[in-house]
């Protein structure tokens, strides 16, 4: 079992920069899979950044690499996303999810169906 509590998002001008958090509680955290996914008004959700958390490998959708970071604070049970240079079109409800690597497999981004824990969400909203 997983718990994770989004926090981080916000209002922000294109151009500027936000980092969200992911706080994660249970027995099973240090062994887990934690990825970002976002969902816009009228869209599907999509994967954003994932990393494992035993290990640190680290993967990133196409439309977020070079601008976002995924990490994790392992003293704090926590994952970041820090976002830069945000544009408009990164406008969405940005979730924390968690889950096994081995019950998500690969690729882990494109395999949401397969995590089991999520956050409530944190709305990240870019003005052009």
């Known amino acids: 079992q997983v718990q994770l509590v989004e926090s981080g998002g916000g209002s922000v001008q294109a151009g500027g920069s936000l980092r969200l958090s992911c706080a994660a509680s249970?027995?099973?955290?240090?062994?887990?899979?934690v990825g970002w996914f976002r969902q816009a008004p009228g869209k599907e959700r999509e994967g954003v950044a994932v990393?494992?958390?035993?290990?640190?490998?680290?993967d990133y959708a196409d439309s977020v690499k070079g601008r976002f970071t995924i990490s994790q604070n392992n003293a704090k049970n926590t994952v970041y996303l820090q976002m830069n240079s945000l544009k408009p079109e990164d406008t969405a409800m940005y979730y924390c999810?968690?889950?096994?690597?081995?019950?998500?497999?690969?690729?882990?981004?494109?395999?949401?169906?397969?995590?089991?824990?999520w956050g409530q969400g944190t709305q990240v909203t870019v003005s052009s």
């Open positions: 249970g027995s099973t955290y240090s062994r887990s899979l």
């Open positions: 999810a968690a889950e096994s690597p081995l019950r998500v497999g690969y690729p882990p981004l494109q395999r949401e169906a397969y995590f089991g824990y």
């Open positions: 990393i494992y958390i035993s290990g640190g490998s680290t």
